[in-house]
Structures are given as C-alpha cells and as structure tokens.
C-alpha cells in the first residue's frame, strides 16, 4: 500500500496492553486494507489478520488474568488494591 499513511496513536513504554488502544489498532488497520490494498494484499491479509485477532484476544486475557492474580495476592498480605 504505497498511498497509505498511518497515524501512531502510541503509547508509553512499559505501561502493558491497553484494550481501548488495541481494538483502535485493529479496526484502523482494516480500513487502511480497504482503502490502498490489491488483491495479493488481501490475501495475504485474510490470512494474518485472524491470527493478530488472537494474539491480541490472547495478550488481553492474560493481562486481566495476571491483574486479578496480582489483586487476590495483595488483598490476602493485607496492602490496599484501590491504587490499581
């Protein structure tokens, strides 16, 4: 996609998946294929795409799971959870 631009909404280094940011990522990255890509473009697209879906799906879980591990972990050694 030669005429594509792409605009960095970026974030900070360290500071972990943010969802809101993620699902942005993913949704622009579809129109910026509906606007600029050909027919090889898309087919290599259709088949990447699904895969970053999950990546991304898995990558968030596992931020929530971790979150809540860490969470239960504080409340049993008695330190306050409301600055998370």
């Known amino acids: 996609a030669p005429r594509a631009s792409v605009e960095h909404k970026g974030g900070h280094a360290g500071r972990g ?3 809101a940011y993620e699902l942005w990522k ?13 027919f090889i473009e898309w ?8 895969l970053r879906c999950a990546y991304v799906a898995f990558r968030l879980l596992k931020d929530a799971v971790a979150r809540r591990l860490l969470m239960q972990q504080q409340r049993r050694s008695g330190v306050r959870t409301d600055s998370l």
Do not use: E, T, W
């Not at 993913?26 to 600029?36: E, I």
């Open 17 to 19: 998946i943010v969802a």
């Open 26 to 38: 993913l949704r622009n990255l579809v129109v910026l294929m509906l606007r600029h890509a050909n």
């Open 43 to 50: 087919l290599c697209f259709l088949c990447a795409f699904p």
